[in-house]
């Protein structure tokens, strides 16, 4: 019955290689979210998808592409993987307070560590 | 210029106690929602508590409350009677308009340690 959920749940690969990160969530939210957890604890958000449309995509390196296969769905993939990318990955969903729910508040998936050696 | 802002990197309570976690944040929007997370060294992230910007009571759930402060532009999580699950970091976050489709920015998060 989980809610949201990620996979893998660590990763450790080496510079240069291509990874995916998977996101899945049972809540019926038509909103959803990847976020970046650095070293220091700092969050910030990558990309949002609303019913399967990018609707943010801050400043992040082209390396990083989403993919929203369905609205269930939002899968992270990495090319080029560098030093740098090290990191927490947290996918998340909400339902739109404009598409009817009473609040947007967003369920964490339980994250993925990612290493790049 | 800073959107949430935590002063409080890191905070001590004694076991029973309680204790009040700062957060402002600055928005020019009318409508806007406040959040507080809870992440303990396991690393997941709960979501703890909910005001939204026209909300007039403050927000409580359990032992957690808000003492949200419109003109201040203050929302500070409350929590009362501590315990020492309650041991984590704490991060207030703000999503400005009314879609979920807007940012959401999480201040750098306050350490909480409670003492037994």
């Known amino acids: 019955d989980t809610a949201v959920s990620q996979t893998p749940k660590y990763l450790v690969t080496q510079m240069g290689n291509d990874k995916s990160i998977k996101c899945e969530q049972n809540l019926g939210h038509d909103t959803m979210y990847w976020y970046k957890q650095d070293s220091k604890k700092f969050l910030k958000i990558m990309f949002s998808y609303n019913n399967k449309e990018l609707i943010i995509n801050e400043t992040v390196p082209n390396r990083f592409s989403p993919k929203s296969p369905d609205k269930a769905h939002l899968n992270l993939h990495i090319n080029s993987l560098e030093l740098g990318d090290s990191a927490v990955y947290f996918c998340?969903?909400?339902?739109?307070?404009?598409?009817?729910?009473?609040?947007?508040?967003?369920?964490f998936g339980p994250g993925t560590r990612l290493t790049v050696l | 210029a800073q959107k949430i802002t935590q002063t409080q990197p890191g905070m001590f309570v004694q076991e029973k106690e309680a204790v009040t976690l700062d957060c402002t944040y600055d928005t020019s929007d009318q409508s806007y929602g406040l959040f507080w997370y809870k992440q303990p060294s396991s690393g997941e992230m709960i979501f703890l508590i909910y005001?939204?910007?026209?909300?007039?009571q403050n927000a409580t759930e359990g032992r957690y409350s808000l003492n949200f402060q419109k003109a201040r532009k203050s929302a500070n999580l409350v929590i009362s009677a501590s315990q020492l699950g309650d041991s984590a970091m704490y991060f207030c976050a703000m999503r400005e308009g009314l879609s979920g489709g807007f940012k959401t920015i999480f201040g750098a998060g306050t350490r909480l340690f409670v003492k037994a």
């Open positions: 998340a969903s909400s339902q739109d307070l404009l598409a009817g729910g009473s609040t947007d508040t967003q369920y």
């Open positions: 005001q939204g910007s026209y909300d007039e």
